[in-house]
């Protein structure tokens, strides 16, 4: 059985993953405005990628025999002022699931749950991902700089991002 105060601690995380996913739908619907469709497509998937994430905290909560507590998603911003912005929104954003994450598997420790702790070590190998994309797309942005066509080719690149279950477009 999971103890009380882990049980609250992943049902904020779930509300953190949940505002995640929440955060990159606001964010595609920017790059849909701006007519960068492959940032959309990227953006979607991974709002997909958060919103599963929240699910498999949710049915450890309720494997661990506790109860899940949903909780209102705060509103995420509506506008940027340009990919780098985005992007460097989002690398800041991971940064800070990274530091939940982590005090989670602290928090595991501190209650000696070696079951939680083995969970998180799924999110702690998910960060380093995540972050680490963030990342690679900002050098990119950096390395095009202010080439329209730099920048059309990258669009072009994340669009190639595998496609969620949302998606009302083919694969090509």
């Given at each position: 059985?999971?103890?009380?105060k882990m049980?609250?601690?992943i049902?904020d ?5 949940l505002?995640?996913g929440?955060?990159y739908l606001?964010?595609a ?9 492959g940032?959309a497509?990227w953006?979607h ?8 994430h929240?699910?498999k905290?949710?049915?450890?909560v ?5 109860r899940?507590k949903l ?17 460097k ?6 940064r800070?699931v990274t530091?939940r994450i982590?005090?989670?598997v602290?928090l595991?420790i501190e209650?000696r749950?070696?079951a939680?702790?083995?969970f ?9 991902e ?5 990342e690679?797309?900002?050098h990119?942005l950096e390395?095009v700089?202010?080439?329209k ?8 690149e994340?669009?190639?991002r595998g496609?969620t279950?949302?998606s009302?477009e083919?694969?090509?």
């Amino acid at each position: 059985m999971i103890s009380k105060k882990m049980q609250d601690a992943i049902n904020d995380q779930i509300n953190a993953e949940l505002y995640s996913g929440y955060l990159y739908l606001a964010m595609a619907a920017y790059f849909e405005e701006q007519n960068l469709m492959g940032m959309a497509n990227w953006m979607h998937v991974q709002a997909f990628e958060e919103q599963t994430h929240a699910m498999k905290f949710y049915h450890y909560v309720v494997e661990r025999g506790g109860r899940v507590k949903l909780q209102a998603i705060a509103e995420p911003p509506f506008e940027w002022k340009s990919p780098m912005d985005v992007f460097k929104g989002a690398l800041d954003h991971e940064r800070y699931v990274t530091r939940r994450i982590n005090d989670l598997v602290d928090l595991a420790i501190e209650e000696r749950d070696h079951a939680s702790q083995i969970f998180l070590q799924w999110y702690v190998t998910e960060q380093v991902e995540e972050e680490a994309h963030a990342e690679e797309i900002i050098h990119k942005l950096e390395f095009v700089s202010d080439s329209k066509h730099g920048l059309y080719m990258l669009d072009k690149e994340l669009g190639a991002r595998g496609q969620t279950p949302f998606s009302t477009e083919s694969e090509d």
